[in-house]
């Protein structure tokens, strides 16, 4: 079975600024330590019949201030197919020179500024739709991290969609379903936003909120997402390294492998990512 890992993130502490990684800056993991060090492709390990034949880089950080100079990294360092989605601040003044230097380098094909809790608050920001206009008119997608249970976050959401429905939105780890017990809610605004044809779904990060999950745990969201996304809007991805909280990078993908609905398991194992990120 070939994977495209939809969602990972590389490290090189002597190369690149991971402020977010030092003890001394949020977040406040206690396990942070296990994951602040040097990951790289020579990392990504699965056993066969599994094969990984390409990824999505998701910026992680390495320079806040000139986000491409972490796509110019990976390109010395990567083998494999891959694309990067950089860092990108939505309010910032100066997106189109950053638009510009992203533009000239082939590999990134969209951006990310980290919402969560502020989702609302930035994207109903006069700034951040100029911005996105920006990003719609150069053709880069947007992926979308905040959760499912902030309702407000993601009627935001729904509502720039729809004012710029050429340009993809690919919401990050499926919006948190784990974070909350409450799973109607998270349901009622998955279905909301599946009436957009431009969202798309990452089906990753079960560790930022269950250290310990299992396939039980996540059977209702994959039903859930299938239902509302079909076949053609759903990708998969491990959130490497934060995965390795759990289990290490080839039991991840046994366990995926074995959760996703064998109807579709070509699409949102590989070929999704190829229509939403490689173009």
């Not at 034949?53 to 990294?73: C, L, Q, S, Y």
């Not at 360092?77 to 000239?104: M, T, W, Y």
Request: aromatic residues 12%; hydrophobic residues 45%; proline residues 5%.
């Amino acid at each position: 079975m070939k994977i495209i890992d939809a969602h990972l993130h590389f490290f090189d502490l002597q190369a690149g600024e991971y402020r977010w990684l030092s003890p001394d800056n949020p977040p406040f993991w206690p396990d942070k330590p296990v994951i602040a060090k040097n990951f790289s492709e020579s990392d990504l390990v699965v056993s066969t019949p599994s094969q990984l034949t390409g990824f999505v880089h998701i910026e992680a950080g390495f320079d806040n201030a000139k986000p491409w100079r972490e796509a110019d990294f990976l390109a010395q360092h990567c083998h494999l197919p891959f694309r990067a989605v950089a860092g990108f601040d939505l309010l910032a003044g100066n997106n189109q020179h950053v638009i510009s230097e992203l533009l000239k380098r082939p590999c990134i094909t969209g951006v990310r500024h980290i919402l969560d809790d502020e989702a609302a608050s930035v994207l109903n920001d006069a700034e951040a739709k100029a911005s996105l206009a920006l990003l719609a008119e150069a053709g880069l997608s947007f992926d979308a991290q905040l959760s499912l249970y902030d309702t407000a976050g993601v009627q935001a959401l729904s509502a720039v969609a729809a004012d710029f429905p050429a340009m993809s939105f690919i919401l990050n780890h499926a919006g948190f379903p784990l974070a909350d017990n409450n799973f109607k809610v998270w349901q009622d605004n998955l279905k909301a936003l599946s009436r957009a044809d431009s969202i798309a779904v990452k089906l990753s990060g079960w560790e930022m909120h269950n250290r310990q999950w299992r396939a039980d745990d996540i059977a209702p969201v994959v039903n859930t997402v299938h239902q509302y996304f079909g076949e053609s809007r759903v990708m998969t991805g491990s959130n490497f390294p934060l995965c390795t909280w759990h289990s290490d990078y080839d039991a991840f993908w046994r366990t995926i492998t074995r959760a996703v609905p064998a109807v579709c398991a070509e699409k949102w194992l590989s070929e999704n990512s190829l229509y939403w990120y490689f173009g």
